[in-house]
C-alpha cells in the first residue's frame, strides 16, 4: 500500500473524471447555439441531462459489479469507449429524439463507468491519507468547469455544435482511453492475493451488505444530500437574475462555487483524515443545509458571493468522503458495488430537484421555495448521516484463513 504507484492511480483518475463530466456538462454550453441551429426547444435539448443522470442511477451499480469482478481498468476503458462514441453520436444526431438517446442515454451510461469504479480503486489502494486520495480525483472531476467548459466555449464560437461536439468526442478518446490503461487493481486484490480475504469482514457476502442498516444509511443520506445541493446549482443563475443581476455577472456565482468547491474537496479531505470521515460528513451536511438556505435571503451580488463559498465549499467537499465511509465498513471485494449504489442514489436525488425547482417556480412565480426545500433536505440528510454507525467488531471479525 505504500506503492508510489497508488498516486499514478489517483492522477488517472482526476484527469478521466474531469474529461469525463466536462464533456457531459458541454451540453449547458452548446444550449443556446443549439436552439438556435435546430429550432430544438431548450427543454428537449435540457432532458437530455435528466435522461442522463438517470442513466448514471441505474448503470452505476451494474458498473460497479462488474469493477468487483473483472477490475476497474475494463469497465473505465470501456466507459470512455462508450462516451466518446456517445458525444459523437450526438453530434450527428437527425432530431431531438435521436440527440437524446446518444447524449442521454449513451453518454450518461458512459460516464457512470467512471465515477463508483475509479472511488472503489482507490480506496483500495490507500490504508493512509484515503480521504485526501479520493478527495483528489473529486476535485479533478471538480476542474471540469474550469477546464473543459471553457474549451467549448471557444469551439462553439469557431464551429457550429455538430462540429464542436465531434472534437470533444475526440478529446474524450485521445485522453480517457490511454488514461484507463494505467489503472490497476489495488494489490490487495491483484494476482489473485489473499490480503483481501483476511480484512475484518471478508466473510460478509453482497446480499448481506445491500440488506445491511449501513448501506440503506448510506443510499438515503447521499440521496438527501445530492437533492438538497442540485437545486440551487441548477437554478441559482436563473434567481439572480430575477434578483436584477445581470445575466453575465449572475453566471460569476456558479463560478464562485466552483472555486469553493474545489477548496472544499481537497479541505474536507485533509479533515477526514484527521477527524474522522463520519463525523466530518455530518458537519458538511449540517453546513450545506443552511448554505441552501442562505441563498433564500440573498438578493445583492455580494450576497450570493458569500453564499456561494460557503455552499460550494460545503457540497463539494461531503461527497468524496461517502466512499471513505464504505471502505472503512464494507470488504473491498464488493466496493465497486457498495460505491455504485451509493453513486446511483446520489445520482437520483441530483435529477430530481432541477425538475421541481422549474416547477415550483412556474407554480408559485419565484424560487424561495426551493431553498427551503433544499435546506429540508439537507437537514434530513444530516439527521439520517447521524444514526449510522459501524459494524459490531463481531460481525467485522477477521475470517479464517484458507488452510
Same mark, same amino acid.
Not at 475509479?118 to 483500495?124: I, P
Not at 483476511?198 to 471478508?202: I, L, Q, S, T
Not at 468524496?320 to 465511509?325: E, G, N, Q, R, S
Given at each position: 500500500m505504500n506503492s508510489s504507484y497508488r498516486w499514478v492511480i489517483v492522477a488517472a483518475g482526476a484527469l478521466i473524471g474531469c474529461v469525463a463530466i466536462g464533456s457531459m456538462f458541454s451540453l449547458p454550453v452548446l444550449l443556446t447555439p443549439m436552439t438556435e441551429a435546430t429550432g430544438w426547444s431548450r427543454t428537449g435539448i435540457s432532458s437530455a441531462m435528466t435522461i442522463g443522470f438517470l442513466a448514471m442511477a441505474f448503470c452505476s451499480m451494474f458498473w460497479g459489479a462488474v469493477t468487483d469482478r473483472l477490475g476497474a481498468r475494463m469497465v473505465v476503458f470501456a466507459g470512455s469507449c462508450l462516451l466518446a462514441s456517445g458525444v459523437a453520436l450526438a453530434s450527428v444526431a437527425p432530431s431531438l429524439l435521436a440527440f437524446q438517446l446518444a447524449f442521454g442515454l449513451v453518454v450518461g451510461a458512459g460516464a457512470s463507468a467512471i465515477f463508483a469504479p475509479?472511488?472503489?480503486?482507490?480506496?483500495?489502494w490507500f490504508e493512509t491519507q484515503r480521504s485526501l486520495a479520493v478527495s483528489l480525483v473529486s476535485a479533478g472531476m471538480g476542474m471540469a468547469p474550469m477546464t473543459m467548459s471553457p474549451?467549448?466555449?471557444w469551439l462553439v464560437s469557431h464551429h457550429d455544435w455538430r462540429t464542436t461536439l465531434l472534437i470533444v468526442a475526440a478529446i474524450v478518446a485521445a485522453v480517457m482511453i490511454p488514461a484507463s490503461l494505467l489503472v490497476r487493481r489495488p494489490p490487495a486484490l491483484a494476482g489473485g492475493s489473499l490480503a483481501a480475504e483476511?480484512?475484518?469482514?471478508?466473510e460478509m457476502s453482497v446480499g448481506e451488505a445491500l440488506r445491511s442498516p449501513q448501506f440503506i444509511i448510506l443510499l438515503l443520506t447521499n440521496f438527501c444530500c445530492?437533492?438538497?445541493?442540485?437545486?440551487?446549482?441548477?437554478h441559482t443563475v436563473s434567481y439572480a437574475i430575477t434578483c436584477g443581476i445581470p445575466a453575465m455577472t449572475a453566471v460569476s456565482i456558479y463560478s464562485m462555487e466552483g472555486l469553493a468547491g474545489l477548496a472544499g474537496r481537497l479541505g474536507f479531505g485533509v479533515l477526514g483524515d484527521k477527524f474522522?470521515?463520519?463525523r466530518v460528513l455530518v458537519a458538511g451536511l449540517l453546513v450545506q443545509a443552511f448554505g441552501a438556505l442562505g441563498y433564500y435571503f440573498a438578493h445583492s451580488l455580494s450576497e450570493f458571493y458569500s453564499v456561494a463559498v460557503v455552499f460550494g465549499f460545503t457540497y463539494a467537499g461531503v461527497m =468524496? @468522503?461517502?466512499?471513505?465511509?464504505a471502505r472503512e465498513n464494507f =470488504? @473491498?471485494?464488493m466496493m465497486g458495488t457498495i460505491i455504485g449504489g451509493t453513486a446511483m442514489a446520489g445520482s437520483l436525488g441530483m435529477a430530481a430537484s432541477p425538475l421541481l425547482g422549474g416547477w415550483i417556480f412556474d407554480v408559485t412565480g419565484n424560487y424561495g421555495w426551493l431553498y427551503i426545500g433544499s435546506f429540508g433536505m439537507g437537514i434530513g440528510a444530516t439527521l439520517i448521516a447521524m444514526t449510522f454507525?459501524?459494524?459490531p467488531e463481531a460481525r467485522l471479525r477477521t475470517a479464517p484463513s484458507p488452510a
Open positions: 475509479m472511488m472503489a480503486t482507490v480506496t483500495g474549451i467549448v466555449a483476511a480484512e475484518p469482514g471478508a445530492c437533492a438538497t445541493h442540485s437545486g440551487p446549482i441548477f474522522g470521515a463520519k =468524496p @468522503l461517502y466512499a471513505v465511509i =470488504p @473491498l471485494k454507525r459501524p459494524f
